[in-house]
């Protein structure tokens, strides 16, 4: 009884959260600008946001969960949060307060079987860390079962007690809010949020399957097998269970730990680096990727220099949260950063529409536009050039092209909310070691050697270009021929999208022109009536609420721009 109470108090908890900022960003950013207040919410939108943040920040320490991971995927958007953001959020990835020690012997010695004195030699009270649906303690494997393993120190993950009903709860909890956005037309055109919960809320059961988790991590060591870059840890099944995780130690210099990394020697550059081709190893070559790269989860352990000089190696650990790429986005997503290492728009949208996050009905040819000039301006810069720019460049580039990109169909398709995460916090990680660190820089080289890869079918594609080519060329005189002739009839037209938008606007703003101009006649015609017909006089002034309310909220739904 006493655990029901406390999931249904978590669940409303969770929910009055996201109803009052709901509310507020409702207010903020669509009421306040439709009014003639823009510059008035804009200025106060960097206080707001770090409000948000410090308040989830609260709320996702006192209930843990599922609320962890949401902040630490925030905490890592170094390179699109801004800094007062994620600074506000980044100690989550620390400051999970851990489960006493009684309960965790409990929960182990029942999945178990047997004491954790017969068990282990020696286990650490102390957690080494403490994450959102377990921790983790140091601990010695006993002299047989390190005969048969092969090593003797380890690292036992032992489930939250409850955590079960927990995850319930917060799914429960993300599923209704899921709901509320859905029934925002900008939301529910872009994105289906109740698929995307169903796709985390499977991901959330498999991380809290330790025996998943076990058989993920020997899967990414053989696909790193004879790599020197990457170490993953061996797993001693003996002393595993579903709730129970016995694996080496392999803890090292985390990945983020800047001056530790200085101290032995190593560049944090040269592992931003590293990192970022390790990341793209698994998303674009492998199809097997880590999907919770954040700082907890990666070491950069000192060894003997390599052939290559390197005398270091990043060592992944917690697979419980993996992903895969299919064959077809596989390929598609090698497209696609190959067009964007060329500055290529027409290819990128094109590698877009075929990966499926776009759909084939969708005009383009605005947001090719928009991406030739993002290129121009932006393309090329590293985060930290990014800062410098004046903000008011940025302030024109969305209200340029803001209307463009919200009007088209995006879509998320299946397995793609993985591969965001997983993209995400390794941008955020890279640009958190080097503050120099240029997506580019890296980006390029890596595009380079999937096209040197592919040099035997980039020569097919060659041939069947020039085929293609040849073909239009031989159609081009009739295609003339028909052009001409529709001229002479008069049956072209011109679409001109952005005329059209522009013209949408003016006409809702001068239909608003009027009402306001109805309820100002409406209010004074009552105000001066009422004193010798109080009937008619109130009701006109009630009536002006009418136009009043056009006036101030018309266009809600439509700003967006035409759908395709």
């Not at 903000?391 to 009007?407: I, T």
């Amino acid at each position: 009884m006493a655990d029901a109470t406390g999931s249904r108090a978590r669940y409303r908890r969770i929910l009055r959260f996201a109803a009052r900022y709901m509310v507020q960003a409702w207010w903020y950013e669509l009421v306040l600008p439709h009014v003639g207040l823009g510059r008035l919410a804009a200025r106060g939108r960097a206080r707001r946001l770090r409000n948000i943040a410090r308040h989830f920040h609260g709320l996702a320490v006192s209930l843990g969960g599922l609320m962890i991971k949401v902040g630490q995927f925030m905490s890592s958007r170094l390179d699109v949060l801004p800094p007062e953001i994620t600074k506000e959020l980044e100690g989550l990835q620390d400051e999970v307060p851990p489960v006493d020690f009684p309960a965790i012997r409990a929960l182990a010695e029942a999945e178990l079987g047997v004491s954790l004195e017969r068990a282990y030699e020696w286990v650490d009270e102390v957690p080494v860390a403490a994450a959102s649906l377990g921790q983790a303690h140091r601990a010695r494997l006993t002299p047989a079962d390190a005969a048969d393993t092969g090593f003797a120190d380890v690292v036992v993950k032992v489930q939250r007690p409850g955590i079960d009903a927990i995850v319930d709860t917060d799914l429960a909890a993300l599923r209704r809010v899921a709901g509320w956005l859905s029934r925002v037309r900008v939301v529910r055109d872009h994105v289906d949020l109740p698929e995307l919960i169903e796709e985390f809320a499977h991901t959330s059961r498999e991380e809290i399957d330790y025996l998943h988790e076990a058989q993920n991590a020997e899967r990414f060591a053989a696909g790193f097998e004879g790599d020197a870059r990457v170490a993953a840890p061996d797993i001693a099944w003996e002393r595993t269970t579903r709730r129970v995780l016995t694996l080496a130690d392999v803890t090292a210099i985390k990945i983020n730990d800047v001056d530790g990394l200085r101290a032995a020697g190593i560049d944090p550059a040269a592992v931003a680096k590293e990192f970022a081709n390790v990341m793209f190893d698994q998303l674009f070559v492998d199809g097997f990727f880590h999907a919770d790269p954040h700082p907890g989860n990666i070491f950069v352990t000192p060894i003997e220099p390599d052939g290559s000089g390197r005398a270091w190696r990043l060592t992944f650990v917690d697979f419980g949260m993996m992903g895969e790429v299919p064959d077809g986005l596989r390929h598609g997503l090698q497209r696609l950063i190959i067009a964007v290492a060329s500055r290529n728009s027409s290819q990128m949208i094109d590698s877009i529409r075929d990966v499926g996050m776009l759909l084939p009905s969708a005009d383009t040819a605005e947001l090719e536009r928009a991406m030739t000039a993002l290129f121009a301006r932006f393309g090329g810069m590293g985060f930290a050039e990014l800062q410098q720019v004046d903000p008011r460049e940025f302030r024109d580039f969305a209200v340029e092209f803001g209307d463009v990109v919200r009007s088209l169909p995006f879509q998320l398709p299946e397995n793609f909310l993985l591969i965001v995460r997983a993209i995400s916090l390794t941008s955020g990680m890279c640009s958190s070691l080097d503050p120099q660190f240029n997506i580019w820089n890296a980006v390029e080289p890596y595009a380079g050697q999937l096209l040197r890869d592919e040099r035997g079918n980039l020569t097919q594609a060659v041939a069947r270009e020039a085929v293609s080519t040849a073909g239009v060329l031989a159609r081009l005189p009739r295609r003339l021929d028909d052009l001409a002739t529709r001229i002479e009839e008069g049956r072209v037209s011109v679409e001109a999208p952005r005329v059209d938008a522009r013209l949408r606007v003016l006409e809702r703003l001068g239909r608003r022109v009027v009402s306001a101009v109805l309820f100002a006649g409406l209010l004074v015609a009552g105000a001066v009536l009422r004193p010798d017909e109080p009937m008619f006089g109130t009701v006109l002034m009630a009536l002006s609420v009418i136009p009043l309310l056009h006036a101030l909220f018309a266009g809600l739904g439509g700003r967006r721009g035409p759908r395709s």
